[in-house]
């Protein structure tokens, strides 16, 4: 009896996450937290199209995370990626020089200062800092012209 009551508070302990809506999964493998992100679409209350992205751990999403959530406006670059200016700079500490992005990708663009999603695969660039990937919504990235949209932390009553 000890032995199960220490096992299940052994597997509370490590469910806060769980337990608080909050979206953030530590996998144990690796050894690091990934976060869920929502990016919705401010159309008005008739249709708000969202996208779900899960983020790595690591210094620049960190920085990005302390961020949320933000209002920005998305706008195409190249017909290959939705940009938008971020509010300041985000930390590159530990990152690798560049990255090749692909189709549902999320990055920081260190010269410029913004974030990058890919709705397309795109060759390496140096600077390019991977965030994370969409998981659901990829679809409502093919659009022209510039879309406000809202990114916070996904809870699990934000969830599709």
Same mark, same amino acid.
């Not at 493998?29 to 990016?39: A, F, L, P």
């Not at 700079?89 to 690798?96: D, E, I, K, V």
């Not at 990058?116 to 695969?121: T, W």
């Given at each position: ?12 302990? &490590? ?5 608080? &809506? *909050?979206?953030?999964?530590? =996998? ?14 401010? !159309?008005?209350? +008739?249709?708000?199209?969202?996208? /779900?992205?899960?983020? !790595?751990? =690591? +210094?620049?999403?960190? *920085?990005?995370?302390?961020?949320l959530p933000l209002a920005l406006?998305? $706008? ?5 990626? $939705?940009?938008? *200016?971020?509010? &300041?700079? %985000? ?14 990708? %999320?990055?920081?663009? +260190?010269?410029?200062? =913004?974030?990058? /999603? ?9 600077? %390019? ?27 699990? +009553?934000?969830?599709?």
């Open positions: 009896m000890c032995i199960a009551l220490m096992t299940l508070v052994a597997m509370l302990a &490590g469910m806060p996450a769980l337990l608080s &809506g *909050d979206q953030s999964v530590r =996998n144990e493998e690796e050894g690091s937290t990934m976060h869920t992100i929502r990016i919705t679409f401010d !159309e008005g209350a +008739a249709e708000r199209h969202a996208i /779900i992205a899960t983020l !790595e751990d =690591n +210094a620049t999403t960190r *920085d990005f995370m302390a961020l406006t998305l $706008k195409d670059y190249a017909s290959t990626e $939705k940009v938008a *200016d971020l509010p &300041g700079t %985000l930390s590159t500490q530990g990152a690798p020089a560049g990255f090749e992005p692909a189709t549902g990708d %999320l990055t920081y663009y +260190a010269p410029w200062g =913004n974030l990058a /999603i890919f709705y397309r695969d795109f060759s390496y660039s140096r600077g %390019l800092v991977h965030l994370g990937r969409i998981t659901d919504g990829l679809e409502h990235l093919h659009f022209s012209g510039s879309r406000r949209v809202t990114i916070a932390r996904a809870t699990a +009553a934000t969830q599709p």
